[in-house]
């Protein structure tokens, strides 16, 4: 007898199974059943598979031959989703904490708001529970970018609201996707394999004429460890990505922002950081070259 489910919480792991282990405790004191999470195992190199085996053998666990990248790690997750017949995949960082009504209230709003394809909720950093990481967002196109509302500003600082409203980007970190809307929207493009896939998924959705939903009393909390420091690796990925992002995304006149600007960056890098300009000048050749994926 085949179970029906509702919606699917996708958590994708690599490497920091504690914090996978701390996310999934959150989702059951949630009361989130472990019949509605999965997680993706993307082939980590350390303990992690053992590890999420051991701690949660009723949860639903895939493990990955190779690492697919956030992109493809959390396709996997809606091809399951779809494959279960669930009417929501709620795609969640591994590094978030969600509050006891979190998912919930977005599943109602969902519901409600029946021409919503994309969904999400406000996000606020970790521990620094009372700062915000992302409350709505919208698409830049001039920069080839999207922008976090509110990002850095205290709750207790800002206009209190509480009513749902339409946006045009929202954060891969809480991504929530109406299974029926795939057809029209498709997967996450796994070319980009790590950042600024989220900003091509959104894009991708205005672009179709599909709607986007902010449910900003759906609170989780995100510890964003990648986010405090620029390393070579993120900059390829950044550097590489962007400049696809734009040819898929954004006009022409993005397309010449970005240049003028890792251009003066890169100049200033060569004399001072030349590690930094090494990797962004190998997001450009691998771009140029239409080398995509997973970076060597």
């Not at 009723?58 to 031959?65: A, G, T, V």
């Not at 997967?187 to 179709?208: G, T």
Request: proline share 3%; hydrophobic share 40%.
């Amino acid at each position: 007898m085949t179970v029906h489910l509702k919606y699917i919480v996708v958590l994708v792991n690599y490497n920091n199974w504690q914090d996978t282990a701390e996310c999934v405790a959150s989702l059951r004191k949630a009361g989130i059943s472990d019949s509605s999470v999965l997680i993706v195992e993307n082939s980590s190199p350390n303990e992690s598979y053992k590890e999420l085996r051991e701690q949660f053998p009723e949860i639903n666990l895939i493990r990955n031959e190779k690492n697919l990248g956030f992109s493809g790690g959390n396709n996997l997750g809606i091809r399951y989703a779809t494959e279960k017949s669930a009417e929501y995949i709620i795609l969640l960082n591994n590094d978030t904490l969600v509050e006891p009504d979190a998912i919930r209230t977005l599943i109602d709003e969902m519901d409600i708001h029946k021409d919503a394809a994309l969904g999400t909720g406000q996000i606020r950093y970790y521990p620094e529970k009372n700062k915000i990481w992302y409350a709505g967002g919208k698409l830049i196109p001039w920069r080839g970018l999207a922008m976090h509302l509110e990002r850095d500003k205290v709750v207790n600082d800002r206009k209190k609201e509480n009513k749902p409203c339409y946006v045009s980007f929202i954060s891969g970190c809480y991504l929530c996707i109406r299974i029926s809307e795939l057809a029209t929207l498709g997967l996450l493009e796994e070319k980009f394999f790590i950042y600024l896939e989220d900003i091509e998924y959104s894009a991708r959705a205005v672009r179709r004429n599909l709607k986007l939903l902010y449910v900003p009393d759906s609170i989780i909390y995100h510890k964003c460890r990648g986010d405090r420091q620029l390393k070579e690796q993120s900059l390829y990925y950044a550097v590489r990505n962007r400049n696809l992002l734009i040819d898929l995304s954004f006009p022409f006149v993005a397309k010449v922002y970005f240049l003028f600007v890792i251009w003066m960056k890169m100049v200033l890098w060569f004399f001072t950081e030349r590690r930094l300009f090494t990797a962004a000048s190998e997001g450009i050749s691998d771009y140029r070259n239409h080398i995509f994926g997973r970076h060597k």
